[in-house]
């Protein structure tokens, strides 16, 4: 009956078997099987073939389209109808289910993510913090008749954590664009040598851990 009526309909729709084959996405010995009696769709090809012919589920199901067969059978595709439709129905809160579950774990997965990211960083942070050995360079530079003192203070990478001194090496050597310490020393020391003065350098390695 089953497989009467998808011919039937797809006779009505003027689809050969190949074409309704595409339109479903299966393979034409499968309709051909449908039609034939040997096997049946499942609950969500059924809906979809109930959306292409437009016509309603108990419909595909039902009597057939062209005579309706004895009460025995539309009995049993009542019965067929129900089970069917039960199918759907827990496939439809299945999807659902399934759809929650995977935003869930997508989320609670961010949120995991970031919060290990967060922990590492601080973690990475502060443990160069605690392992940064600070050195120091004495700067006692003349020009002029004049004596000008600087200090540079930096860790075991050259990055300079702190600069000070006369105002005007800091004024005339544009100190504060620099952050590596030996580039620093030697624009100061170049300064002064360019122009006829002298620079004595005092380093203090290892002066100790910054806090």
């Known amino acids: ?42 609950a969500e090809m059924l809906n979809r073939l109930s959306e292409l012919f437009e016509v309603p589920v108990d419909v595909l199901l039902g009597s057939s389209i062209l005579e ?61 913090k605690a392992n940064r050995v600070l050195s120091t360079t004495h700067l006692e530079c003349t020009l002029d008749g004049e004596t000008y003192q600087y200090g540079i203070t930096y860790d075991q990478n050259f990055q300079i954590i702190e600069a000070g001194g006369d105002a005007w090496i800091a004024n005339h050597v544009q100190t504060e664009q620099y952050e590596d310490a030996n580039i620093l020393i030697a624009q100061i020391e170049d300064y002064f040598a360019q122009r006829g003065g002298t620079c004595t350098r005092s380093d203090e390695i290892g002066t100790g851990k910054s806090k």
């Open 1 to 42: 009956m089953l497989g009467e009526n998808i011919r039937n309909l797809r006779k009505n729709k003027g689809y050969s078997q190949e074409t309704l084959a595409e339109q479903l996405h299966v393979v034409r010995q499968t309709v051909s099987k449908w039609e034939k009696g040997l096997s049946v769709p499942d």
């Open 68 to 128: 309706q067969e004895n009460k025995e059978d539309i009995s049993q595709v009542a019965k067929q109808l129900a089970i069917l439709n039960e199918q759907l129905a827990n496939q439809a809160v299945r999807k659902r289910q399934t759809i929650k579950r995977v935003i869930f774990g997508m989320i609670a997965a961010v949120f995991l993510a970031f919060a290990i990211y967060l922990i590492c960083a601080i973690c990475y942070k502060a443990n160069v």
